[in-house]
């Protein structure tokens, strides 16, 4: 099963990639409290659809290049 969330592009001025922002929301283990992490992650979209701004759902893949391993499955906007 690959990895799968949604985030928002926050930069779209690479060809053919994206990064974008995740958050990540993971219980506490001592407290029990919610807690809310972002991460940015580089993204390829194979034929540059998507724009600043834009809520996308990303999925794991193959290594594409050093830092991409995600691409865009979906846009919602």
């Known amino acids: 099963m690959k990895r799968r969330f949604s985030g928002e592009v926050i930069s779209d001025k690479m060809d053919r990639s994206r990064l974008v922002k995740v958050e990540i929301k993971r219980r506490h283990p001592l407290l029990g409290k919610v807690v809310r992490k ?3 992650v580089m993204c390829h979209d194979e ?12 999925e794991e893949t193959r290594p594409l290049s050093k830092k991409k391993h995600f691409r865009i499955v979906e846009v919602k906007k």
């Open 47 to 58: 034929n540059n659809k998507t724009k600043l701004g834009d809520t996308v759902v990303i």
């Open 38 to 40: 972002y991460i940015k």
